[in-house]
């Protein structure tokens, strides 16, 4: 099971349209601590395509060992079921901080509203 | 240290037993070996377990290598057999079935432990994961 498409969302560019609000933020109190420029932005992309590539290689793992299974060269039945069991929870957290990723950011597209 | 560490050392706990459970399997299966006396007599294999340190390492144990029992074996009055010496003596291994038996039910056990720590492991990242949601 292949998640390439996944990996493309970690090129995902800074949140560019926070910009001119960083930018008003600055000019009315200069007192506020800096927001998060377009440096973090991208460390945030970096974390999350880190993220999905560690992904990736738990489910590799997992892959290989199921194929290892099905051909009769798996050596140690558990190490298939713990392959597949990091892989799954992998998957779950890698969701689950997309999803907060994602309510953060409609929080914040709903402030124009 | 990988993210959900608890599963992976419980892990290389698993297959230590596994090899324990191989280990006294290959002794059972070899108890009664009848060997000449001039000959060796079937070694019994035990398994070394040595921890590998957390911090370091990953934490969790591996198997260090494998100790034999001696090869003198017991001799057996047995003249009827084709292979007994002059004397009507054969050699068998020195193993005890009961001391066998008892190290099968720690190795099971210490096996089916190992894995209830994977599962809980795994209830334990779930429910992590789970925090804030609904």
């Given at each position: 099971m292949s998640i390439d498409a996944i990996g493309?969302?970690?090129?995902i560019a800074p949140l560019s349209a926070l910009s001119p609000l960083t930018a008003a933020m600055n000019t009315t109190?200069?007192?506020?601590?800096?927001a998060a420029g377009p440096a973090a932005g991208a460390n945030f992309g970096n974390m999350v395509a880190q993220g999905l590539q560690k992904l990736q290689d738990t489910q590799n793992t997992a892959d290989n060992l199921a194929v290892e299974a099905a051909t009769g060269r798996?050596?140690?039945?558990h190490d298939y079921i713990i392959a597949a069991t990091e892989a799954s929870l992998a998957t779950s957290l890698t969701v689950a901080v997309r999803n907060k990723a994602l309510d953060a950011f409609n929080e914040i597209m709903r402030m124009q509203a | 240290m990988t993210i959900f560490g608890a599963i992976g050392i419980a892990g290389t706990g698993v297959t230590v037993y596994r090899k324990w459970l191989d280990a006294v399997a290959d002794n059972v299966a070899n108890i009664n070996d009848a060997v000449p006396t001039s000959g060796q007599a079937f070694r019994a294999r035990y398994i070394q377990a040595q921890a590998v340190r957390y911090g370091d390492g990953d934490g969790g144990v591996v198997v260090a290598g494998t100790a034999l029992g001696d090869p003198k074996g017991r001799l057996v009055y047995e003249p009827e057999n084709p292979i007994a010496d002059r004397e009507g003596y054969v050699k068998y291994p020195d193993i005890d079935l009961g001391s066998q038996m008892t190290q099968l039910i720690m190795a099971q056990r210490a096996y089916q432990a190992n894995l209830t720590v994977v599962d809980r492991a795994k209830d334990s990242y779930q429910a992590a994961i789970q925090v804030g949601k609904g």
């Open positions: 493309s969302v970690g090129g109190d200069t007192n506020a601590p800096t798996l050596t140690d039945v | -």
